[in-house]
T-cell receptor, first 113, second 112 residues
């Protein structure tokens, strides 16, 4: 079954700790994306990668880091520098090219205590 | 500065009637527009898309209209069903990249 998996579904961390969110896809997609959703707001782009070993900052990259060492995987690290990390995080992937739909994972709810 | 705006945070429609969800954008260089549907605590799922060279695209009960001069697009759902109750996001591709800019969403409630 092809798709995108994100784990875990819920994550709790203490303030000041770094945390890494997992995103894996077996759709053979070249491009992958990380979004953040806050209540009453749309999806805001954190980072995206159009090809392995390359990634670009989105609109709200500060306090986050990513890596893209494998086509299937695009982990997101929320660092202690992120001022307001509690949010719903969504990972997506798409085939290369403009106008193609993005396929989303189920999301991870991160709560920083 | 919000480049993609969905000015109606919520909409209620009677089952069987038409639902019209609106989206405005500011950048005339946007090439593609997509609509997504999202249930709580889940990832969005793709509904329908339209290229800037078209003014209408239809898929079953869903039709998207694009008015480039007004920088406005709308999603029509006919007939509306209770299972359509969800948050709907429009998204625009700026061109030159694969990324999308999302609106803030409209919560649709279809009343049985």
């Amino acid at each position: 079954d092809g798709g995108i998996t994100q784990s875990p579904k819920y994550l709790f961390r203490k303030e000041g700790q770094n945390v890494t969110l997992s995103c894996e896809q077996n759709l053979n997609h070249d491009a992958m994306y990380w979004y953040r959703q806050d209540p009453g707001q749309g999806l805001r782009l954190i980072y995206y990668s159009q090809i392995v070993n390359d990634f670009q900052k989105g609109d709200i990259a500060e306090g986050y880091s990513v890596s893209r060492e494998k086509k299937e995987s695009f982990p997101l690290t929320v660092t202690s520098a992120q001022k307001n990390p509690t949010a719903f995080y969504l990972c997506a992937s798409s085939i290369a090219g403009q106008g193609t739909q993005q396929f989303f994972g189920p999301g991870t709810r991160l709560t920083v205590l | 500065d919000q480049q993609v705006k969905q000015n109606s945070p919520s909409l209620s429609v009677q089952e069987g009637r038409i639902s019209i969800l609106n989206c405005d954008y500011t950048n005339s260089m946007f090439d593609y527009f997509l609509w997504y549907k999202k249930y709580p605590a889940e990832g969005p799922t793709f509904l329908i898309s339209i290229s800037s060279i078209k003014d209408k695209n239809e898929d079953g009960r869903f039709t998207v209209f694009l008015n480039k001069s007004a920088k406005h697009l709308s999603l029509h759902i006919v007939p509306s069903q209770p299972g359509d109750s969800a948050v709907y996001f429009c998204a625009a591709n700026p061109g030159g990249t694969y990324k999308y800019i999302f609106g803030t969403g409209t919560r649709l409630k279809v009343l049985a």
